[in-house]
């Protein structure tokens, strides 16, 4: 993921329409009946990407997780899109990059489109340690975790199909960026926006996951997600609430970031990013250093928000 904007958060400002509408939600749905989630499967796929190596664009580890993302998708009953890019970063790199989009239910016009990105940072330019910030982070939390919840997530709906439309998207070329450089962030997601690989794409609303996988990670109302999709915020930390997870998903509006859903947002998409930061506007200390990798994966986070979102699915599509 990239980095907190440079627009000022107001944590805590602003949130008590939007509680209500959260209370009124729990209220009208029925009780938060278990619906299946696998945390442990979870945990697995995001042991199984770090497992390819770093998935920097245009190395082996990066191909051959491609390869498997598209295959997993496929072998969960999704119809699969590959959207094959080639895209230069901010220091004149061409990469050869995969967007990977698996569709359930293709028939229905009402469609929900999940995301996350699956490429992994090429430099833990955040390590406390100056000689290892020219290496590649394995990525466990920052790409694999919302990947991992999103391919457990396709394993449910491979067994039980939605009454509407879910598109699962894996973005590529999040995370080669530069800090002060807004738009080189998001490459893949920028390129999806831009050429939507089925005509006329148009979902409803979208749900990006990111940095999902923290031990007792705090997921806040990102600020760019409330100010385009209030009420599905409301939604989700409404569910959470009801599934006892009130403590780990603060009902408060947190710092914006720039991420992937700000490109759906530009795009006319309604969109909101579950992610862990602090309080204070900081990401997980583990982001972009060395230490990004399974220590730093909880199955119980994955599994909070996977159930939540899972909740999300079989209230709404
Ligand atoms: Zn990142």
């Not at 406390?128 to 920052?142: F, I, L, T, Y």
Request: aromatic content about 8%.
């Amino acid at each position: 993921m990239a980095a907190i904007a440079g627009v000022a958060g107001c944590l805590g400002c602003g949130a008590s329409k939007s509680r209500q509408e959260a209370a009124s939600t729990a209220e009208g749905a029925p009780p938060a009946a278990a619906v299946a989630f696998d945390r442990d499967s979870a945990y697995s796929y995001v042991a199984a990407q770090v497992g390819f190596g770093p998935r920097v664009p245009n190395t082996p580890s990066h191909r051959a997780a491609c390869k498997w993302l598209a295959s997993e998708l496929r072998r969960h009953g999704a119809e699969v899109i590959e959207q094959p890019m080639r895209l230069t970063t901010f220091d004149n790199t061409v990469l050869d990059a995969t967007n990977i989009m698996g569709r359930y239910n293709t028939a229905s016009s009402e469609r929900l489109l999940l995301l996350a990105h699956w490429d992994c940072r090429p430099w833990a330019d955040e390590d406390p340690d100056e000689s290892k910030r020219s290496q590649p982070v394995d990525g466990a939390n920052d790409g694999a975790s919302g990947v991992g919840v999103l391919l457990e997530i396709a394993r449910q709906l491979g067994r039980e199909n939605p009454a509407k439309g879910v598109d699962i998207l894996f973005v590529d070329a999040e995370d080669w960026g530069t800090t002060g450089q807004e738009d080189s962030w998001a490459l893949g997601a920028q390129y999806f926006a831009a050429h939507p690989p089925v005509e006329g794409y148009s979902p409803r609303e979208a749900i990006l996951l990111d940095m999902v996988g923290g031990h007792d990670a705090r997921f806040y109302r990102e600020y760019f997600s409330e100010r385009a999709a209030g009420s599905l915020n409301a939604s989700l930390w409404g569910i959470a609430d009801s599934l006892g997870y009130g403590e780990y998903f603060p009902d408060r509006i947190g710092t914006a970031v720039t991420d992937d859903h700000v490109q759906l947002i530009q795009a006319g998409i309604p969109a909101v990013d579950v992610i862990e930061f602090s309080p204070s506007g900081g990401f997980n200390s583990r982001w972009h250093t060395s230490s990004d990798n399974m220590e730093g994966i909880s199955a119980e986070t994955l599994g909070r928000v996977g159930e939540t979102v899972m909740t999300y699915i079989r209230r709404n599509y």
